[in-house]
């Protein structure tokens, strides 16, 4: 098959985060046999086409060099708050669909990631003879549809311009289902490095946690349930892997509890460091709320540690329901996150359950193994047009 691939996150670079798993997932379809070619946004000037790993990468321009600031920093809804980001915004659509319209004579089928700008703008570059358009919501995109009647309302259209929607999570699959996506979206979770996570069955490195420092990560409930473990003479450390905007209240809060010899914020670190901080952990806590996915939690399996995760995690659950020895948090509460965290720490059993269990993540979430499931999915609409 000849896939063209729409996104507004892609490796610019060796080491670069944004949309790595997207690149991990095209790999492996090029290894298949199918020929792949991506269209995403410049940055900040940097347009044209390059060849990455085997894929053509077409970065289109869509605006002055200044102003191409809205993709790869995760920071294009904020700046949707202006009125220079909105026109940006118009451009970056209106690039992208214009893209899209060029190059879909020589595609068997469009792959859109995000239903917003992806999937927009592929609605936009619609017309007769257009391939079959497979649809993947990511997360992000997905909450706006939660907050938002008007995302609502604009993503209508999109989702059923789709011949097929993936998802990343059941807990995505059901807020594309009461959006208006038909058929019944597909559950297909992105591929991981699964192995560069080393498995290590010693912990001894406390409590870690890994995520941007946001709201929405409730970082603060592990800080306070580590603190009342330390109350109860049950002291551990806590590691908190990332960065973001909430680090600075985070930091005070550790201080405040009297932990500040006890909690270490590493900062942003590279994504290669990270496996090697969890195969150390005895504990994973992850108290997000509303979750795509919550990659990190199946990471912190395969390195055959034991998880805390919050009932309301989203994603997430698809992944701590299936490992027996998982702790799923009912409330937000620190005491209730501290007798979870202590029922786990240094408990054998349940850190052998996590190995099992973080194995078949590990064989699950192979680039090769996603692929070919993905290839099912694309075949399949190319099959019915």
Known sequence: MRVLAVSHAYPRFDGDLAGAFLERLYEALTARGHTVRVIVPAD????????????????????????????????????????????????????LARAVGARAGD????????????????????????????????????????RSW???????????????????????????????????????????????????????????????????????????????????GRGMHLTVVGDGPER???????????????VRFTGAVPPEAVPGLLAGA???????????????????????VPVVVAADGGGVLDIARECPGAEIVPVADAGAWAAAIGRLNGNAAARSKAAVAGAEWRERLRPAAVAERFEAVLESVCRRT
């Open 150 to 232: 008007g995302a609502r309302l604009i993503a209508r259209p999109v989702l059923q311009n789709a011949q097929a929607v993936t998802t990343v999570s059941s807990f995505l699959a059901a807020i594309a289902e009461r959006a208006g996506a038909r058929p019944t979206p597909v559950v297909l979770p992105m591929p991981v490095d699964g192995g560069s996570v080393p498995t290590s069955l010693a912990g001894g490195g406390g409590v870690v946690t890994v995520g941007r420092l946001t709201r929405q990560k409730r970082l603060q409930l592990v800080i306070e349930a580590v603190a009342e473990l330390h109350a109860r």
């Open 44 to 95: 900040q000037g940097q347009g044209g086409e390059v060849r990455r790993r085997g894929i053509v990468v077409e970065r289109v321009r869509y605006a002055t060099a200044r102003r191409e600031t809205l993709a790869y920093r995760g920071t294009m809804i904020q700046a949707l708050r202006s009125p220079a980001g909105l026109l940006a915004f118009r451009g970056l659509v209106r690039a």
């Open 107 to 146: 595609a068997d089928v469009v792959h859109a990631n995000w239903w917003v700008p992806g999937g927009y703008a592929v609605w936009r570059a619609r017309r007769v003879g257009m391939p079959p358009c497979v649809l993947t919501l990511h997360g992000t995109d997905a909450a706006l549809l939660q």
């Open 248 to 262: 600075s209240a985070l930091e005070g809060t550790a201080v405040r509890l009297g932990l500040r010899e006890h």
């Open 282 to 304: 005895d504990v994973f806590a992850f108290p997000a709320r509303h979750e795509g996915f919550g990659l990190a939690v199946a990471e912190a399996l395969m390195a055959g």
